[in-house]
């Protein structure tokens, strides 16, 4: 990995140099656009809308238009503003961790110890890990500032940025105004169906299938061309029709049958091959 920005944690006295790394990355399949009529690549140019010409990213700056009138803020005028030139993480406050809401984090960066002795880093990981908080952090990075939660994963230091309470959108649905009446065997039954999906969740059993897909698409089309028949690749794709409307308390009892159906047909498989496996300790309760 490659550091994308230096500073240092600062809460009191206490300097903590840190690179940050991107925790991250995008496994998508890089597809560009093309004419479809010739295959030509399709490219985006910047062109000034006044005089025609195309041009450079390092002749380009940024503008503010009010509506009536507009600034130009150069790359310069950016670079002076106070915060963009900080290095510093700086620690606002220390939080429950239960008290920071999903919905706000954005993205995930590691932090790596910059220093000769990484004992500052590890007694906060280590602090934070007693305590169980969250220590909510300010500081800037490419020309925004940035709110931010700093917690531990396993023995890294992870940065979280967060989005501001005003980006963050209230459910409000007139729907939901509506008064709904839950019977009691409604509830078991959507219980019970809970109860037969569950299990620990382990991300790497998890695939994204539209990308091993599109991988296979364009594997046998380097293969095949134009002569690809994709109901070869894929087979027939199925007709979706609109969802038929029925009881809840039917499709409750059918959804929770047909779980149970295919976890007894998975512990009857697991069973008849219990002899090749070893069989793991049981959890104490």
Not at 240 to 249: N, S
Not at 259 to 280: F, I, M, V
Request: with cysteine; glycine share 6%.
């Amino acid at each position: 990995m490659r550091a994308i920005w230096k500073g240092a944690i600062a809460f009191g006295l206490v300097n903590v140099p840190v690179k940050v790394y991107a925790a991250t990355g995008d496994h998508d399949v890089s597809l560009h656009q093309v004419h479809n009529k010739d295959g030509g690549r399709i490219r985006y140019q910047r062109v000034c809308e006044i005089d025609g010409e195309v041009v450079p990213y390092s002749d380009i700056d940024k503008a503010y238009d009010d509506g009536e009138r507009t600034v130009v803020l150069t790359k310069d005028d950016l670079a002076a503003l106070p915060s963009e030139g900080s290095r510093e993480i700086e620690v606002v406050e220390f939080v429950p961790s239960d008290q920071v809401d999903a919905i706000m984090l954005d993205k995930s960066y590691y932090l790596e110890p910059d220093s000769m002795s990484p004992k500052a880093y590890v007694l906060l990981r280590k602090t934070l890990e007693q305590t169980d908080r969250t220590a909510i952090v300010r500081f800037s990075l490419r020309q925004k500032t940035r709110l931010a939660a700093l917690r531990v994963r396993g023995d890294a230091l992870m940065l979280q940025t967060l989005l501001w309470a005003d980006e963050v959108r209230e459910a409000s649905f007139p729907s939901l105004d509506q008064p709904v009446k839950i019977s009691k065997k409604e509830l078991e039954l959507s219980a019970s169906l809970v109860d037969s999906f569950s299990g620990d969740f382990e991300p790497d059993q998890f695939a994204d299938e539209y990308q091993q897909e599109l991988r296979t698409l364009i594997e046998a089309k380097l293969e095949k061309g134009d002569a690809l028949d994709t109901s070869e690749t894929f087979g027939e794709r199925e007709e979706e029709t609109g969802g038929e409307v029925i009881d809840l308390m039917d499709a409750l009892r059918a959804s929770v049958e047909r779980s149970r159906a295919a976890r007894g047909g998975n512990d009857e498989a697991a069973s008849k091959d219990a002899p090749k496996r070893k069989k793991k300790p049981a959890k104490a309760s």
